[in-house]
C-alpha cells in the first residue's frame, strides 16, 4: 500500500525501518506488520500466522498533517528517516511539514483515508519574536516595569508645562496640562495671605478648550503667590453678539462682598513670569498685561488682557461701556474713563522676559473673531459714553455653579444679556 506524502524528496529514497520507503513521487509504501514467530519448537516450520488486527488508534499526539497507514506497531513509533516524520501505533504517519491535505492520488488509489486535519498553528505575538526561546516570569516583569516607566515618562512629556511654547507664543489649540492637584484655599485665619481678595472675572463664550487650561493654572498661580481669590467665568447664554464689557458690568455686580478688588482677565492669556503682580491695587489701576509685555497689542493707550481695580475705583468709572458689540475698542473707551475719574495706571517694572512673559492660547485659524460693523457702529465705538456703565446694563442671570476644573475651584454665571436695538442695533448677528 502506497502514501502519498506532499513535498515529497525527490533522488532521495529513505526506508522506514521495517515498514517501507518514501519514492520519488512522495509515497510512502506501508506494510501491515505481523509479529514475530516464536522460536524453539511448538509450531515447527509453518507458515506464517495471520496478521494481528491493530489495537485501538491512539489518537493525534502531535500538530501537523498525517496520514493512516495500514497495520499498527503496539502503541510504539518509528521516526521516519529524513524528517519525515512518525509512524504511530495507531497506524497513523504523520510528516513534518506537509501542509493539510496534501496526499495526492496514489494515496486515494490504494485506498488510504488521510487523519484529521489538526487546527492551525497560532503564531507567537511579535513582541514574543524578538526574544528566543522561552521567557520566564522574572524577564515579563522587567518589561512591563519598563513599558511602564516609558509611557509615564511620555505623559509627563505630552504636557504642557508652566515655561513659554517653544518659539514664543502658543497659537495653537492649548495642550491640557499637567500640574500637581491644586492647592486649597487657605484657612480664613491664615495671616500670610493677606486681608484682600481678589475677584477674577472672565468673559466667556464656547471657548472650552482654554478654559480647561486656564482654571487650574490661574488657581495655582495665584495661590502660590498666597492671593486670595475666586474665579468666576461670566458665560454670556444669549442669542447676542458677544459684549465683553457689560460681562465684567455683571461679574462685577455678582462678585460678592467678599471680594475688595477685580482683574478683568482676558481667558487666552496666562501669565508665565512668577513676578508678575496680582496683589490689591490700592494706588490706583494695575496693567498687568502691559504693551512692553503683551505678545500682541504694544501700544500706550492700551489696558487690556489683565487689568486690575479696586472695587472702589471701578464705580467710580461707572464700569465700562456697554454699547460695544462684537470684538473690540471697549478698552480703549475704558482709558478714557480712567483717565476722566482722575486715575492713574500703573505697569509692571522689572520684568525681564518682554513678549515670552505671556502664553497666548488664541488660535486666528480655529476662533474667529466677531469683527463685523454694523450700521453707525464705526463711528460709535470712537466716542465716550457718558451715560451707559454699571448703572443701566441689563441682564438676567439664568444659573450659578460652582465646580472644580482639575481641582481648582469656580463660579460659572450663565448670563442673558438685553439690548435695546433702537439704541444699538448692531447688537445682532443682522
Request: aromatic letters at 10%; glycine letters at 12%.
Amino acid at each position: 500500500m502506497w502514501t502519498q506524502l506532499a513535498g515529497g524528496n525527490p533522488g532521495r529514497i529513505p526506508r522506514l525501518r521495517g515498514r517501507g520507503s518514501v519514492c520519488d513521487r512522495g509515497c510512502a509504501e506501508v506494510s501491515p506488520r505481523f509479529p514475530e514467530e516464536p522460536r524453539g519448537g511448538g509450531g515447527g516450520t509453518g507458515s506464517p500466522r495471520p496478521p494481528v488486527p491493530p489495537p485501538p488508534r491512539l489518537g493525534r499526539k502531535r500538530a501537523g498533517p498525517c496520514f493512516r497507514g495500514s497495520g499498527g506497531s503496539g502503541g510504539r513509533s518509528q521516526r521516519v528517516p529524513g524528517g519525515y516524520g512518525r509512524i504511530w501505533g495507531s497506524g497513523c504517519y504523520r510528516v513534518a511539514g506537509v501542509a493539510p491535505g496534501g496526499f495526492g492520488g496514489c494515496c486515494r488509489r490504494a485506498g488510504v483515508a488521510p487523519c484529521a486535519d489538526p487546527a492551525p498553528s497560532r503564531r507567537s505575538p511579535p513582541l514574543l519574536r524578538l526574544f528566543p526561546g522561552r521567557l520566564s516570569a522574572f524577564p515579563l516583569f522587567l518589561l512591563a516595569l519598563l513599558l511602564g516607566f516609558a509611557s509615564l515618562l511620555w505623559l509627563q512629556l505630552s504636557c504642557s508645562g508652566e515655561g513659554p511654547a517653544p518659539g514664543g507664543q502658543h497659537r495653537g489649540v492649548p495642550r491640557q496640562p499637567c500640574p500637581p492637584p491644586a492647592p486649597l484655599q487657605p484657612p480664613e485665619e491664615e495671616p500670610s495671605w493677606g486681608p484682600h481678595r481678589l475677584a477674577l472675572l472672565v468673559p466667556f463664550r464656547e471657548r472650552f478648550e482654554e478654559l480647561l487650561a486656564f482654571v487650574p493654572y490661574m488657581h495655582r498661580f495665584l495661590s502660590k503667590k498666597r492671593i486670595r481669590h475666586r474665579i468666576f467665568i461670566l458665560n454670556q447664554v444669549d442669542h447676542f453678539r458677544f459684549n465683553r464689557a457689560s460681562l465684567i458690568n455683571v461679574g462685577f455686580l455678582e462678585s460678592g462682598n467678599d471680594t475688595d478688588y477685580i482683574a478683568m482677565h482676558d481667558v487666552d492669556l496666562l501669565p508665565l513670569n512668577e513676578h508678575l503682580d496680582y496683589s490689591f491695587p490700592e494706588a490706583g489701576p494695575f496693567h498687568v498685561a502691559s504693551p512692553e509685555l503683551h505678545p500682541l497689542y504694544h501700544y500706550k493707550t492700551y489696558v487690556g488682557g489683565i487689568l486690575l481695580l479696586t472695587k472702589q475705583h471701578y464705580e467710580l468709572c461707572n464700569g465700562m461701556s456697554n454699547r460695544f458689540w462684537g470684538w473690540g475698542r471697549e478698552d480703549d473707551e475704558f482709558y478714557r474713563r480712567i483717565k476722566g475719574a482722575g486715575l492713574q495706571v500703573r505697569r509692571p517694572s522689572g520684568i525681564t522676559t518682554g513678549y515670552e512673559t505671556f502664553q497666548h492660547l488664541h488660535d486666528p485659524a480655529w476662533r474667529k473673531r466677531d469683527q463685523k460693523r454694523i450700521a453707525a457702529q464705526k463711528q460709535e465705538q470712537f466716542k465716550v459714553d457718558r451715560e451707559g456703565g454699571l448703572n443701566n446694563v441689563r441682564y438676567r442671570i439664568e444659573s450659578r455653579t460652582d465646580l472644580s476644573v482639575a481641582g481648582a475651584p469656580c463660579t460659572v454665571l450663565n448670563i442673558l444679556l438685553d439690548c435695546d436695538t433702537n439704541e444699538t442695533p448692531w447688537c445682532t448677528f443682522g
